[in-house]
RNA sequence: GCCGAAGUGGCGGAACUGGCAGACGCGCAGGAUUCAAAAUCCUGUCCUCGCAAGAGGGUGUGGGUUCAAUUCCCACCUUCGGCACCA
């Protein structure tokens, strides 16, 4: 038994051996705590107001709503990508602006106070509490000193501050930019104006001797004090209406179109009906051309400049009036296609077009009527479910075709919308998807007008059995038969000038911004509603209008917000002794993170939102990464006020975000949403307990590039975490294989092509082949038997920004005193990364044969003998003729025979 | 229906401006270490045929341009995202 005695003794001598080797395990626990903390005590990251001295960089995060659930995993992988930058940045020089903050106000806090009556804010600092220990425990170099919470009465007075400036501004046509309403009333005081009929400004006629007045138009001095108030307020960029808006019962309040989605709310997949109320509006459409054309100032993703150009919708066309037979009215309808106006072989008009009952005749007024009742009680879903099918009827009344006379019915259906042009359409069958499934239905004249290129397509149209949409030459149009489709709408457009019959048009699909939320949980509007029917502005000096307490969060029902029942917040007694009641709906959550990234300039400014040198200074955001699912809503919204406040002198950009990235989304393991109920979803905290920090930023930019849509997958982040546990190794476990030795030139080329690729990659975003690259440089680096000091230091630098915690510990353990949050970025060599010899293909007839090596500045006559020596090349050309031999240096060499 | 993006091994993905397809990681297989395991290390891993050397095929499908195509052009299919009667 011999084999015993050695097994024996076995055990002790592993013992010693351990004992011997002192291995320290990587514990990220420790060493995350140890250097989150050291950033936070010694304010690493604190941005110093203009520095002179550095170049400026602000690096911007779309801000998180404080959810109950708290963290995603989708939230770290854009906070991270912006945090890579900020640190990479910094040690490049720069005075980095990265701050963070809290999108506070909205629904959820709300809609659970409404259920257990616990106050929103009591849930909504939970929240973030929670979400800052969660976002802290990434290790982000964000200023906390900067941190802002949109629900603070100290944040929200600005944003109600703001408000006012739209409430105290009007839009100048002539400058194209909003200007105080003071100097409104200045101009019309002094004369320079006059109302004009539609109940706009116009330029009053200096010389009324000469020219007289425009008619209808009347002078300043000739309204009263009711009709000046409603002028006035007509011309403010906020304002009242009423307008069918979209009523949400369930939620108890009104949403912004672009809050439904298909007749559903977006938040909460509810019902949403239409309903007119008296609403508070913001004249965006104002801004339409201006927020179209600066988009070629920003460098953004094209498909999101794209969705915003859809959403502002610009169409230029022409109106033109009909004249309606055996009537003294005129229908105005607007077109993009005046070229097709000979092919217009009917009118179609909203149900809600006001010219409707007058016009409808004898035995069509019943069918009339009907309509327009089915048409009023569908729901918006209704309408687009039951899109497939066009509805309509005949209003018994014929307009006249003012380019040739011709009589066409006039017809009503829900296809047009009362809300866009003029809520009315002349109908081209033949060159109109939309007519010519309407006409196809009724059975209602198709007259081709314009003939496409394509010969067999022309015929089709011909016979009216084929809609026609495209551009072409003009057919059955009278003295502009031959026009192509762009001459065409210049000269009808033209002649219809000329003969006063319509105009040159612009339209947009942009609509005014519904601004109001009958909700609790919202910035309440400062405004106050006097016992004569005027609205007044509450005074900047009494900002902010606070919140106040209720017993009950629940919306009444029929509108009336939760505010109303507070009466003691509600009613006011002015100074000059006239009561007045308080503005009871609360503005919408995106009002909040309009603006939150000027308040980051200077968060603790109690004079001002922000100080004007400090806007000069930091503006504009340099780089500003969230979701793409902000495309419109809050990107658009936020461009908005920006030139609002740009108009106004109080910000020096016409642009806040120079360049734009979203992030893609990340899915659960199994390829789908994460979501709760399919149990997809991954916590954060989890995988930060399990691995730490540094492997979580790590694999999340390792998965693939930052803009796709990609699986989460566990064992990924174990394959970081062992890259991670490689480089701990590296430098702890073997400390005395370190020396300050210069590296071979293998290793110093290597490092060199490291931290270049590192340094192109973060420049471009390229994260995940940045850490390959790292991994690639490891695994070199474990094979020496001693290892170059000088070059292990440089990779703890450029790992840094992925891997802050970690990185810090290593060059502390290395020798260095200081954080190497400001350490320079490491440089590289162009000429030492470059490789001395290189491989090169040699193909015959584009196939690989062999494989040569060549020095690098071997030149072409050299690489071809080289290449015609192999003898492998030599077989597969077998004696055949050489027609050419194409060299590309660095690459291959093909040979072409035949 | 329209617009946009994308289709590459078992999986995530890489490939500069048309120039060796599959870097890096995961997974898997085999081996070393271990009493055993974990951890670690080494080797292999696109597919087909072959013991092997090697041969052929291969980037959604079908065509085209080119000495050479994942990359450019045309048509189609699929997936994801957005819009949804905006005249």
Redesign the pocket.
């Known amino acids: 038994m011999p084999y015993l005695s050695i ?1 024996r003794k ?1 055990p002790s001598f592993r013992i010693v051996k351990t004992m011997e080797e002192n291995k320290e395990l990587y514990n990220f626990n420790e060493i995350e705590k140890k250097w989150q903390n050291f950033w936070e005590t010694n304010k690493t990251f604190a941005a110093k107001d203009y520095d002179k001295s550095k170049p400026k960089y602000y690096v911007l995060d779309m801000f998180p709503y404080p959810s109950a659930q708290g963290l995603h995993v989708g939230h770290p992988e854009g906070y991270t990508a912006s945090d890579i930058v900020a640190r990479y940045k910094r040690m490049k020089g720069f005075n980095v602006l990265h701050p963070i903050g809290w999108d506070a106000f909205g629904l959820p806090a709300e809609q659970y106070a409404v259920k257990t009556g616990t106050h929103p804010a009591i849930t909504t600092q939970q929240n973030i509490e929670n979400m800052r220990r969660q976002i802290k425990a990434l290790g982000f170099s964000y200023d906390w000193d900067r941190q802002v919470d949109t629900t603070d009465p100290k944040y929200y007075k600005w944003t109600q501050w703001i408000f006012l400036k739209f409430f105290n501004s009007y839009f100048d046509q002539t400058e194209q930019k909003a200007r105080p309403i003071s100097e409104l009333i200045k101009k019309l005081d002094a004369g320079k104006l006059c109302v004009g009929t539609d109940g706009q400004a116009v330029a009053a006629n200096l010389v009324p001797a000469v020219m007289g007045e425009p008619v209808g138009t009347r002078k300043w001095y000739e309204l009263n004090k009711e009709e000046k108030e409603e002028f006035i307020d007509e011309h403010r960029l906020a304002y009242e209406d009423e307008v069918p808006v979209n009523w949400c019962p369930e939620l108890g309040t009104v949403l912004a179109n672009e809050e439904v ?2 007749g559903i709310s977006e938040r909460g997949g509810y019902p949403v009906i239409r309903k007119p109320m008296r609403q508070w509006m913001l004249r965006i459409t104002k801004y339409a051309d201006r927020l179209q054309d600066d988009l070629k100032f920003v460098d953004w993703p ?2 999101i400049k ?2 915003q150009t ?1 959403w502002i ?1 610009k ?1 230029i ?1 022409a109106e033109v009036d009909f004249k309606v037979d055996g009537f003294d009215e005129t229908i105005t309808v ?4 005046p070229d097709t106006l000979f092919g217009a072989t009917y009118m179609v008009l ?1 149900p809600e077009h006001p010219i409707v009952d007058e016009i409808a005749t004898g035995g069509q007024i019943k069918a009339v009527e009907e309509y327009k009742k089915a048409a009023q009680s569908k729901s918006d879903l209704d ?2 479910d ?2 497939k099918e ?1 509805t309509g009827v005949f209003t018994g009344a014929y307009a006249i075709n003012p380019v040739n006379e011709t009589k066409i019915p006039i017809w009503i259906s ?4 009362i809300s ?2 003029t ?1 009315a ?1 002349m109908s081209v069958p033949a060159h ?1 998807d ?1 007519d010519f499934e309407f006409a196809k239905k009724f059975n209602l004249p198709i007259i081709p007008v314009v003939e496409p290129e394509d010969k067999t397509l022309a015929q089709k149209v011909e016979k009216g059995e084929y809609c026609f949409i495209g551009d072409g030459i003009a057919i059955n149009s009278g003295k502009f038969t031959g026009l192509s489709t762009a001459d065409f709408k210049e000269q009808i457009t033209n002649w219809l000038e000329e003969k006063d019959l319509g105009s040159k048009a612009v ?1 947009y ?1 942009l609509r005014d911004w519904l601004f109001s939320r009958q909700r609790y949980w919202g910035e309440p509007f400062p405004l106050l509603h006097c016992e004569d029917g005027s609205t007044i502005a509450v005074d900047e000096k009494d900002l902010p209008l606070v919140l106040p307490q209720v017993d009950s969060f629940k919306p009444t029902g029929d509108g009336q917000p939760p505010l109303a029942k507070s009466v003691n917040w509600l009613n006011v007694k002015l100074p000059d002794g006239r009561n007045a009641k308080r503005e009871t709906n609360t503005m919408p959550q995106w009002a909040g993170s309009c603006w939150y990234y000027l308040r980051y300039l200077d968060a603790q400014n109690d004079k001002a939102g922000w100080a004007k040198e400090n806007e000069k200074y930091w503006m504009p955001v340099d780089l500003y990464i969230g979701g ?1 699912e902000h495309a419109v809503l809050h990107l658009l919204y936020s461009r908005f006020w920006h030139k609002m406040l740009y108009d106004l002198g109080y910000v020096s950009t016409p642009e806040p975000f120079t360049k734009l990235i979203n992030q893609g989304m990340i899915l659960g393991e199994d390829g789908q ?1 994460m979501s709760k109920s399919r149990g997809n979803v991954v916590n954060p905290d989890k995988v930060i307990t399990d691995y730490g920090a540094d492997s979580m930023r790590l694999y999340e930019m ?4 930052l803009e ?4 989460w ?1 566990t ?2 982040v ?3 975490y ?2 991670l ?2 480089v701990w190794r590296m430098v702890i476990d073997e400390p005395n294989n370190i020396a300050d030795i210069d590296a071979d030139e293998e290793t110093g080329r290597l490092l060199h092509q490291t931290i270049k690729k590192v340094t192109q990659d973060i420049d471009n975003f ?1 994260f ?2 940045a850490i ?1 690259q790292m ?2 440089f490891i ?1 070199h680096i474990n ?1 020496l038997e001693t290892k170059p000091k000088k070059a292990i230091e440089a990779f703890v630098l450029i790992l840094s920004p992925f891997a802050p915690h970690i990185a810090e510990e290593l060059w502390q353990r290395l020798g260095n005193k200081n954080t190497l949050a400001h350490e320079n970025w490491p440089k590289f060599d162009e000429n030492l990364a470059k490789e001395k010899e ?4 040699v ?1 015959v ?4 044969k062999d ?1 040569i090596i060549v020095s690098i500045d071997a030149d072409e006559e050299e690489i071809k003998q080289k290449a015609l020596a192999s003898e492998k090349v030599i077989s597969a050309i077998a004696g055949k003729e050489i027609k ?1 031999i ?1 060299v ?1 240096k660095s ?2 060499v ?1 040979i ?1 025979i035949g």
Not at 334 to 337: A, D, K, P, Q
């Open positions: 097994r076995l989605i298909g094209p498909s794209k969705l859809d919708g169409s066309g607007f077109t993009t296609r909203s309408r687009t039951l899109a066009k829900d296809y047009v919308l866009y042009g809520g359409i109109d939309r339209n699909k793409a949403k390792f998965m693939g590039p796709a849509v990609k699986p997958n064992q990924g174990e394959g970081v062992r890259f546990n490689k390229r995940n082949t390959s991994m690639i695994n094979r290189i491989e090169l293909a193909q007839l584009g196939k690989i494989k050419k194409i590309i690459r291959l093909n072409v």
